[in-house]
C-alpha cells in the first residue's frame, strides 16, 4: 500500500514562501515519478509541479514557473516543493502525487496524498 503523507501547508501573506513537503512509503510507487497539484476553492484539481518518470526533467505550471521549485530527497522518499512569491490565487489545497510502477504514461499519477491547505492572504 503506497502512502503520501503532505505537511507544510498553512496561513501565509502574499508575497511570503512556505515549503510544502511530502513523505512517501510503500513498493509500488516511483520513487522519482512524484509530483505535486492543487485545488483552489469551486475548482478542478490542477498539476503545479513534478518530476519524470526517470526524473531526468521537471515540469510546471505556466502559473508558478519561477516561484515555485520542486525538489527531492531519495534517501528519504521525499518530495518538496519550495513556494516563494506567492499570491493569493495559490491558495488552494495541495496535493502529492507518485506514479505507480507499472504505468508507462509520464505524469500519469496513480497515488495521491490526503491535502494540505495553503491560504494566502492579500
Known amino acids: 500500500q503506497v502512502q503520501l503523507v503532505e505537511s507544510g501547508g498553512g496561513l501565509v501573506q502574499a508575497g511570503g514562501s512556505l515549503r510544502l513537503s511530502c513523505a512517501a512509503s510503500?513498493?509500488?510507487?516511483?520513487?522519482?515519478?512524484m509530483g505535486w497539484f492543487r485545488q483552489p476553492p469551486g475548482k478542478e484539481r490542477e498539476f503545479v509541479a513534478g518530476?519524470?518518470?526517470?526524473?531526468?526533467?521537471?515540469r510546471y505550471a505556466d502559473s508558478v514557473k519561477g516561484r515555485f521549485t520542486i525538489s527531492r530527497d531519495n534517501a528519504k522518499a521525499t518530495v518538496y516543493l519550495q513556494m516563494n512569491s506567492l499570491k493569493p490565487e495559490d491558495t488552494a489545497v495541495y496535493y502529492c502525487?507518485?506514479?505507480?510502477?507499472?504505468?508507462?504514461?509520464?505524469?500519469?499519477?496513480?497515488?495521491w496524498g490526503q491535502g494540505t491547505q495553503v491560504t494566502v492572504s492579500s
Open positions: 502525487a507518485a506514479m505507480s510502477l507499472v504505468n508507462p504514461k509520464d505524469f500519469n499519477y496513480d497515488y
Open positions: 510503500g513498493r509500488t510507487f516511483n520513487r522519482t515519478g
Open positions: 518530476f519524470s518518470r526517470s526524473a531526468g526533467s521537471t
